[in-house]
């Protein structure tokens, strides 16, 4: 394992005030959200939405990596200009999205486990050729009166785990994403409780399996009560019980943390990291890696006139640095 060559990457991807774009929608995902603004779900539809989000002039400011997907990395700009190319050429970390998603938990009801460990070595080596240096791995928990269960979080665990292992191997930087999902009526003291539980679980498995800490990213879910819940919380709330639940779990050793936004309104995902700089020096660097986030506005603008480029491009660079200020604490409503 070439343990420079990881915090390098982990160095140039956490560097402040960037953070990261999840642009890393499987298919299915990307189509459900085109279908809702009416946009056509074709491969061609895709490819032009991506290279909106990649060539947009000095978005490298606030932005040091993208997440993609598999068909994103190989696909390029109309005039025929890769989308690796663009990327490297501004700085960019290209990351890639290697899990293959997720599949029922047997004996669990409604609980999943991600897959996507079968030939994951060989991909992440054609993966690097293409020019990527990171990864992420998505698993997700559901908090109910029964789950999520300890099964389900000790198996995302291992998988997540041997993912971690499989990436550093190769000399790329493993993002892990345990996500505890924003659905239901739980309150934000359960949230806390699943969070914490979860994290502990899994940093205990990373370092049992001696996964390299500082090579390594995590990328978290904010503690917050049930979308179902409808509660209104300061942001210096949520900031207080995120950054205690991660100072308790995560070893100040690893190479830093991104937050999800989960379907929390753009401004609230940053307002809340915002909060959470205003606490103090962190142990860790902190920044966000926002997908809906940073991306619903543009979105919806490019859906409503796809001509207007510009526009969808202003209304990005603005959400990118927004989310920018706010990792560094410097956001104002
Ligand atoms: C972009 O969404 C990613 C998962 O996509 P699929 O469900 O289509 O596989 C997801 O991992 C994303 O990177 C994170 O959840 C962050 O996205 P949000 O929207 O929560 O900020």
């Known amino acids: 394992m070439d343990e420079t060559a990881l915090i390098q990457t982990v160095a140039r991807l956490l560097m402040a005030p960037k953070g990261l774009l999840a642009a890393d929608e499987s298919i299915k995902s990307c189509n459900a959200r085109f279908e809702k603004l009416g946009v056509p779900t074709t491969e061609e539809k895709r490819r032009e939405y991506r290279e909106l989000l990649i060539d947009t002039p000095g978005i490298e400011e606030f932005i040091s990596g993208y997440i993609l997907v598999d068909e994103t990395i190989h696909e390029a700009k109309a005039d025929g200009t890769k989308f690796t190319d663009i990327l490297k050429g501004k700085g960019i970390e290209i990351g890639i999205k290697v899990d293959e998603g997720l599949i029922d938990l047997i004996d669990h009801p409604g609980e999943k486990i991600t897959q996507g460990l079968d030939g994951l070595s060989d991909r992440l080596k054609e993966y690097k050729k293409l020019g990527a240096t990171f990864a992420k791995w998505r698993a997700v928990y559901s908090i109910s009166e029964n789950t999520p269960s300890e099964l389900c979080m000790k198996a995302n665990a291992e998988i997540l785990t041997k993912y971690a292992l499989n990436c550093q191997a190769e000399g790329i930087v493993p993002i892990v994403e345990p996500e505890v999902l924003l659905d239901g009526e739980h309150t934000m003291e359960k949230c806390y409780e699943v969070t914490s539980h979860n994290l502990e ?133």
């Not at 370092?207 to 904010?222: E, R």
């Not at 999800?260 to 990291?273: I, K, Y």
């Not at 020096?281 to 480029?309: E, G, H, M």
């Open 201 to 333: 679980i899994l940093f205990k498995e990373l370092a049992d399996k001696k996964v390299y800490l500082p090579g390594l990213i995590l990328k978290t879910s904010m503690v917050l009560p049930g979308k179902d819940m409808k509660l209104e919380v300061y942001p210096s709330e949520v900031a207080k019980m995120t950054v205690k639940c991660l100072k308790e779990k995560v070893p100040d050793v690893i190479g830093g943390i991104v937050l999800l936004s989960g379907g929390q309104p753009d401004e609230d995902a940053t307002v809340r990291l915002n909060a959470m700089h205003q606490l103090g020096p962190l142990p860790w660097a902190l920044t966000f890696s926002y997908s809906r986030a940073i991306q619903n506005k543009v979105l919806a603008s490019w859906a409503k006139d796809p001509a207007d480029v510009a526009l969808a491009r202003s209304l990005f660079l603005a959400a990118a640095k927004n989310d920018s200020l706010a990792s560094v604490g410097e956001y104002k409503v």
